[in-house]
């Protein structure tokens, strides 16, 4: 019995001694990991703080030490993802930020497995899920979870403009903003992205409403007084948008912000000469304002100065290489100056990052028929149309498409398509009837409907548009009328552009011999070299 005794004795002192030396163990990695915090001057270091305190957790604590090893580890977590979201977060992203977000969002889901209720973490998730490419459900998620755990007036407010963010609904989006505001009355955030909501729903009466809580609440706020000087300028209030407008310059004249703002509201009244020269001024106070060289590029392009349009361009190029209205603004440039292929590219470079944005898909797919590049346009076209199979300008344009193709068949099916949708747009009705009066392929042809269609045409643009009185002339040759087709190919010669001119004459003269006009653009490539561009630079 005795023996039992000493046995069971020395069994307990072993284990309360293992038990010992693994609290040892523990406490020396995590001395360690709180003298690596202190020190700690980069990313690698944070690292090895979560390591050494998580070897310690491993290794074993007591009930304080486990508490406090997590709460190390949590806040080093934290810091991290912070460190990396703050950039991202900034209004001008680095290249890498879809990695750095990546990495931001692993250190934060980390982070909640150990302690779920980190309300901050929560709330810098949403933020990271309201950028591009982020997952919405996870992020209102987070919001409403930020909200749940704070105290906080501000706080909460801050959770429900994070949680408005990710919204896809207006209305919900507003819900959130009204609550945020009702929280947190003076909370100027929250009251500018609800106008933000407003404006961007055309209600620009609320809209004007809120800016100007928002100069209640900072009367130095020239952002909040451009868009409410933008706001009354969509209501038509230019001489109020002007006054508030000088408003800003008068407050910082030496800012570029006012004169862009007062060049923006000269613009939207037509008024383009006034406009050019605060734009000048704003770029001479600050020629890294890329805003000023984003409008002021702009209005060359307009004006088909496309020299001058590069240079602002070229100097935006050196600010913010990432813009996607720098790739825009230069794509429009290449259009005007006919290289559709390079312009296609730059494009379809900007759709990685905005694949849902079926207006460009639409416009690289016609720029790449555009430059003769058939099998990429009708896949770009192709994606537009499954995404929306209720927009006629889809179909119109893959009938278009197919037309300089020579599919005279799979576009005259196109038109019939768009027109389900859309039954006043002159250049759909023009395009439709001509393909049925000048098709070389006889099952295409109808005379009766085009000349129907053509004259439909002609009605909604008021017979002032050229091309279509001679869509009208080539109907009526169709059906052997060619006295009316005379008539109206004589208009369009009367009326015609240089740049259409001698077509024109050549349809008349065709009318005149009694010919009918016939027409493929497909055939009319056939003796042309086809075009390299395997060297070409595109972007």
Excluded at 131 to 157: F, V
Excluded at 493 to 508: F, P, S, T
Aim: charged share 30%.
């Amino acid at each position: 019995m005795h023996v039992f005794k000493a046995m069971l004795s020395l069994a307990v002192l072993l284990v309360v001694g293992s038990f010992l030396l693994a609290d040892e163990e523990g406490q020396m990695f995590l001395d360690q990991a709180t003298e690596a915090k202190l020190n700690a001057k980069n990313f690698q270091d944070l690292e090895e703080v979560i390591k050494l305190a998580e070897k310690a957790v491993e290794a074993g604590l007591d009930e304080g030490g486990k508490e406090f090893a997590i709460q190390l580890i949590t806040s080093t977590l934290y810091q991290r993802a912070e460190q990396l979201s703050n950039p991202l977060l900034s209004g001008r992203p680095p290249q890498q930020w879809v990695e750095m977000r990546r990495l931001a969002l692993s250190d934060l889901g980390k982070l909640t497995k150990y302690n779920d209720q980190f309300a901050d973490a929560h709330l810098l998730i949403a933020k990271l899920q309201a950028l591009p490419g982020g997952t919405r459900k996870t992020g209102i998620e987070s919001a409403s979870k930020a909200l749940e755990l704070y105290e906080d007036d501000e706080q909460q407010a801050n959770a429900l403009i994070a949680r408005a963010a990710l919204r896809g609904d207006a209305g919900e989006k507003i819900t959130d903003l009204t609550k945020a505001i009702e929280v947190d009355e003076d909370n100027s955030a929250a009251v500018t992205a609800r106008a933000a909501v407003y404006s961007q729903q055309g209600d620009f009466e609320q809209a004007a409403k809120d800016f100007r809580r928002v100069l209640e609440l900072d009367g130095d706020d020239v952002l909040a007084m451009s868009a409410l000087a933008e706001a009354l300028a969509q209501q038509k209030e230019f001489d109020q948008a002007i006054k508030i407008a000088n408003q800003a310059v008068e407050k910082q004249p030496d800012a570029s912000a006012g004169y862009e703002l007062r060049a923006r509201i000269h613009l939207m009244q037509n008024d383009i000469e006034e406009g050019k020269k605060d734009l000048d001024k704003a770029i001479e106070i600050n020629p890294k304002s890329d805003g000023a060289l984003l409008l002021r590029a702009n209005v060359a392009l307009a004006e088909n100065r496309l020299e001058d349009a590069n240079k602002d361009l070229d100097a935006l190029q050196q600010i913010n290489p990432n813009s996607p209205q720098l790739y825009l603004l230069r794509a429009g440039v290449l259009e005007q100056q006919g290289d559709y292929y390079r312009a296609a590219k730059l494009l379809e470079a900007l759709l990685q990052f905005l694949p849902a944005d079926n207006e460009m898909r639409i416009r690289v797919a016609m720029d790449y028929s555009m430059a003769e590049e058939f099998e990429s346009a009708i896949k770009q076209i192709n994606v537009a149309i499954e995404r929306n199979k209720e927009d006629w300008i889809g179909y119109y344009s893959r009938a278009d498409i197919y037309l300089s193709m020579g599919e005279h068949a799979k576009a005259v099916a196109d038109y019939e398509k768009a027109y389900e949708y859309n039954q006043t747009h002159d250049n759909l009705l023009n395009n439709w009837a001509w393909t049925l009066a000048t098709s070389d392929n006889e099952e295409v042809r109808n005379g009766k409907k085009s000349v129907e269609l053509a004259l439909k045409a002609c009605e909604v643009s008021e017979y002032k548009k050229p091309h279509i009185l001679s869509t009208l002339g080539a109907a009526y040759a169709e059906t052997g009328d060619f006295e009316n087709a005379k008539k109206w190919a004589k208009k369009a010669v009367e009326i015609g552009r240089d740049d259409i001119q001698e077509h024109l004459e050549l349809e008349l003269k065709s009318y005149e011999d009694g010919k009918p006009w016939r027409e493929n653009k497909a055939k009319e490539r056939e003796d042309k070299p086809p075009v390299d561009r395997s060297k070409l630079k595109t972007i």
